[in-house]
């Protein structure tokens, strides 16, 4: 439905979970595909899917932890056209506040805020040139909703989310549109083992979201599609939030009080 014929696409983290999905989703809209992650072997397996599928995937290994090596990254790359910066650090390290652990707040900052601010620096010029772009930043529903004894996650897609609309309102005039795509609870390797040893993944998604489980990465990916192609051309400086319904409101909280209701959404 959505054509992608001409573009290339940069997607970061790509070698797992979200990243991997979105990337191989664009690869089926026809978007050319230029792929960066740490992990060459987990980027190397996406770009076999991508070539099986007669598709186009060029892969780059590399680390976004500083601005320097994010730069670097860049030059390899080229122009594109689509920009998904989807590599963050997801740590399930929970800690108060009053830990001075100065190396995981600086990290968490420096991957998830720096790195994406960097890479949009380096390729929204070209974009703007051609008159024509579009950058993806991947949040997560943290930014909405902190948790207790993580707030260096939720503080810095806080001010990814910020940087997505300043950049939305400088650069949509030019022909760019910046968007963020907020998920959350969504079945990937990194929920997976963020919460190992206390629950599943499944019994997650039935316990917290209304729609009784956990959001696919292929729905993700989808999401992403849409605002990468042409028919969301109206949509900037947008938060768009996909998560099951887990942050409209107390669901959890208020099935403890449904036994008067009209409907049963207790879930087998």
Known sequence: MFDLSGKRALVTGASRGAGFGIA?????????????ARNEEGLRKLRG?????RGHCEIHAGDLSTRAAAREIASRCGEVDILVN?????????????????????????????APVTLMQEFVPGMVKRGRGVVINISSISAQKPNALHAPYGASKAALEVASRAAALEF?????????????????EALKEAVAGD??????????????RATKVEEVAALCLYLASDEAAAITGS?????????????????GFGSGSTTDPKRT
């Open 24 to 36: 191989k989703t664009l690869a089926a809209a026809n978007a050319r595909i230029i792929a960066t």
């Open 49 to 53: 899917e991508i070539e099986a599928a």
């Open 86 to 114: 989807n590599a963050a650090l997801t740590s399930a390290k929970y800690q108060s506040m009053l830990v001075k652990d100065d190396e995981y707040w600086d990290l968490e900052f420096a991957l998830n805020v720096i």
């Open 172 to 188: 949509s005039p030019l022909g760019v549109r910046v968007v963020a795509v907020a998920f959350g609870m969504t079945d990937t």
């Open 199 to 212: 629950m599943t993944v499944a019994e997650m998604g039935r316990m917290f979201a209304p729609i009784g």
């Open 239 to 255: 938060v768009i939030t996909i998560d099951g319904g887990v942050t409209a409101g107390m669901y959890d909280f208020g099935r």
